[in-house]
């Protein structure tokens, strides 16, 4: 594992990674910038707290504090929801950074089929609607977990790099191998991609260092993900002496 994060860290400055490196870091900040805006936008959009039978003093305090609250939320909110749209950057990235992470360290490989651009983004679509729609569904579960820390945050980064891994290790797969035996090959090395997604996602959550996740996470799965690099064996030829079924 430690070793993929260094081979996966020192190669950001490969010549043929670093066009894509760059790529990666403007999208992240388009991608974080509007999701920050839409916070500020859905904050300002809350109207001021007026309930009739509070005083005027009672009523400003408690819009002030739901106001602080909002502007928390603008913060943190595109922190835990960028992650989420790793699945769409990994979709236009992925092959270039496995391709040029494999010729540098797995050149016995060759050069994988590839998998195309639509494909990839749908694949990142529904990543991200799965991502979404979980993490909706145990919100209430964080909320309540908040008053037992820090078992909130071992559950979000358990769950999400789980689902983080898995995508990871899927489109890294479908590169050389069908849909059915990357699943397939996934068990092998389950621990280390369920690992592996848990530190994409700390990566997603830390400011600045997930301007890199997308990129620094595909080069490591390609490290981690072992059974996907085994060779593809054909079926074997029938032996002429064996008799065949009538």
């Known amino acids: 594992m430690l070793s993929a994060i260094e081979k996966s860290f020192g190669q950001l400055f490969d010549p043929k990674l670093r066009w894509v490196v760059l790529k990666s ?14 916070m500020r936008w859905a904050g ?9 039978w509070f005083g005027p003093k009672t009523n400003a305090w408690i819009d002030g504090g739901v106001r602080w609250i909002v502007g928390l939320l603008a913060f943190a909110a595109p ?6 749209f790793f699945g769409m950057m990994v979709g236009l990235f992925l092959d270039e950074v496995a391709d040029a992470v494999e010729a540098r360290h797995y050149p016995e490989l060759g050069v994988a089929r590839g998998t195309p651009i639509a494909s990839g983004l749908w694949s990142g679509v529904k990543f991200l609607l799965l991502m979404l729609g979980v ?47 990357t699943k397939k090959l996934r068990a092998p090395d ?15 959550t830390v400011p600045f260092l997930n301007l890199l996740a997308p990129v620094v996470g595909t080069a490591m799965m390609v490290h981690i993900a072992g059974a996907l690099r085994q060779p593809v064996v054909p079926p074997p030829f029938p032996d002429p002496s064996t008799p065949r079924a009538a």
């Open 25 to 38: 870091l403007a999208l992240a900040l388009v991608l974080y910038v509007v999701l920050w805006l839409l």
């Open 44 to 52: 300002k959009s809350i109207p001021t707290v007026d309930i009739g």
């Open 79 to 84: 922190l835990l929801l960028f992650p989420a």
């Open 135 to 181: 993490n909706l569904l145990l919100l209430p579960i964080y909320l309540l977990l908040l008053f037992i820390p820090p078992t909130g945050l071992i559950l979000f980064y358990a769950i999400n790099g789980h689902m983080t891994g898995a995508m990871y290790h899927e489109g890294v797969g479908l590169r050389r191998r069908t849909a059915g035996e």
């Open 190 to 204: 389950s621990g280390r991609v369920w690992m592996t997604g848990i530190l994409i996602m700390l990566m997603g």
